[in-house]
């Protein structure tokens, strides 16, 4: 009746099961939403400073840019994660607690899990729930018992 890390974190919250979310007080993630303008579609994505550039030190293509026409997409939205669930996360019906890494334990779950989780209200299956990172991690045919070594 738990869960951790940035993607299931979210996808519970947006279900409103979580009851009592958790988060690190200095999690360094950003929140974009991005639209392609051709094909209209909107995506929700949280990003670490890591992810949001490519080995070059450049904007990452995986996020940032239509892999069809290769074209750039429009940033609509683009604010620090921690900031925005301060603000809206009374929308989904959850109290926060925020965790600090100066303890023993806060320390464990910042290293451990991410710096995000949260107390279930009931027990959802996330693995059901398709989500724009479904995509990007080889969609419905990934498995991990035979996608890693």
Do not use: C, H
Request: aromatic share 12%; proline share 3%.
């Amino acid at each position: 009746m738990v869960v951790f890390g940035v993607n299931d974190t979210m996808k519970a919250l947006e279900m409103s099961a979580i009851e009592k979310l958790l988060l690190f007080e200095d999690v360094e993630m950003t929140r974009y939403v991005i639209k392609n303008p051709v094909s209209g579609d909107v995506r929700t994505y949280y990003l670490t400073p890591f992810q949001e550039k490519d080995a070059e030190g450049k904007i990452n293509p995986k996020y940032f840019l239509d892999a069809d026409s290769g074209n750039e997409l429009e940033i609509l939205e683009s604010e620090p994660f921690g900031d925005w669930l301060l603000v809206n996360y009374q929308q989904y019906g959850a109290k926060i607690e925020l965790i600090t890494d100066k303890t023993a334990e806060g320390y464990q779950f910042v290293k451990g899990f991410g710096g995000i989780g949260g107390a279930l209200r009931y027990a959802v299956d996330l693995d059901e729930i398709k989500d724009d990172f479904d995509e990007d991690i080889g969609g419905e045919d990934f498995d991990p018992d035979e996608d890693f070594i």
